[in-house]
Every structure is written in C-alpha cells, then in structure tokens.
C-alpha cells in the first residue's frame, strides 16, 4: 500500500503516520525527518538544507525529488511506505507521478488532513520531544505523567525542533497555503484524495483513515 498523507505543518501527519506504519506494517517516509538527519550528520546536503528549513521556507524540489526516489527503491519500501511531507509543491507532485511509472509502483490514496490554521499555532510552538527515544510532549495537551521525566524510558533530556518557533510557523503555514494547497485539487482531479477531520481526537483520526484505508 502507498499513501501520501497531505496536511499542514501541525495536522498531526507524522504522528498518524507512525500509528499507520504500525498497523499496516508499510513504512513512514517523511521528508522533514530526512532532512533533519542531514542536518545532524553535518552533511553537505544537511547544510544545504539547513538555512531554508529554519526560515520555514520549502527546500529545492530538485534534491527533494532525489532524496525521495532514492529512498524509495530501499528493500524496508518493499512492502508499501507513507509519504508525509511530500509531496509539498505541484513539481513534486508531477515528479513523484513520473517516479511512480518509472518504477512500476501505484498510489493507492491520498489523504488530506483538514484542520484550522490558527490552531496549528499553538499545536506546534507547544510540542517537545524526548532527546532519548523521540516519544512527542506537548506544553498544553501532553505533558509527562511525571514532570521532566519521559513516560516512555525515564529520558529527562528533551528538545525542540529550530522551526518550531512561532515566527517560522507562521512561514511555514504560509508555504503550505501557497505551494502545497494546490495540490489537493491535483489529487482530487485523480479521483485518488480522501478527506478527514484533522481536528478530532488522535485516536479517533486514526480510525477515519483506517476506515478510509479498510
Ligand atoms: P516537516 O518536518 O515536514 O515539517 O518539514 C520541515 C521542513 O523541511 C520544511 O519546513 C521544509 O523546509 C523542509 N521540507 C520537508 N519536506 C519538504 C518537501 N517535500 N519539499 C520541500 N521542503 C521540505
């Protein structure tokens, strides 16, 4: 099975798409967290990366389009992957349809994550994650059960991401408006775009897109 998971920054893409790769035992591809690991690896493409990303504006769609065909053809892809964070941009969009042909694959759905903007605000200047094991906190809506100490393994080092900071959301929404909301009429022209209430309880998001995925 291959899904793209479409939303913006804050609709809770990731973390629907790590319960997915879970139930469907089909593998989460986000671009953001490629990124970042270049980022962290200090490698030229993580320094290339780096700028754009923490002024919230949207990397090349040349070294997206590469990094994403290449992580495609990996065994771990074999069995099916959910895109989240890509594509992002019409060119991407037109690039990933090209791919797809090339390597004799099909898209299965495509599924748009409907939320209010405002709310992504505060969703996202709120979230942390533990440095140890990535398990997500939030300020407001998630915080450990024991403060400073993670629920998961006991981790008491936390960190944010760079961009998560109100200004470069704000940048970040903007992207999504302009070059990635077009996209949604791209796949729904397909007939392939499926909608769900992005606003609703984590769990019960879940069940939309299982519903929709039967
Ligand atoms: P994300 O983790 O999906 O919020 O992505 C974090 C940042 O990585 C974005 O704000 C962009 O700067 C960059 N990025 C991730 N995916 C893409 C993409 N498909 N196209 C361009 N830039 C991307």
Known sequence: MKLILLGPPGAGKGTQAKRLQESYSIIQLSTGDMLRAEVDSGS?????????????????????????????????????????????????????????????????????????????????????????CGRGYHDSFKKPDVEGVCNKCGGTEFSRRADDNAETVRSRLQAYN??????????????????????????????????LIG
Do not use: W
């Not at 349809?97 to 969703?123: N, S, T, W, Y």
């Open 44 to 132: 030229a493409l993580g320094a290339q990366a780096k700028e754009v990303m923490e002024s919230g504006e949207l990397v090349s769609d040349e070294l997206i389009i590469k990094m994403i065909s290449s992580r495609i053809d990996k065994d771990d892809c074999k069995a099916g992957f959910i895109l989240d964070g890509f594509p992002r941009t019409t060119p991407q969009a037109e690039a990933l349809d090209v791919m797809f042909d090339e390597k004799g694959l099909k898209l299965d759905c495509v599924i748009e994550m409907q939320v209010d903007d405002e709310a992504m605000v505060e969703r996202i200047t709120g979230r942390y994650t533990c440095s140890a």
């Open 178 to 211: 302009e070059q990635t909301a077009p996209i949604i009429s791209y796949y729904g022209n397909k007939g392939i775009l499926k909608s769900i209430d992005g606003m609703a309880a984590i769990d019960d998001v879940t069940k939309q897109m299982k519903d």
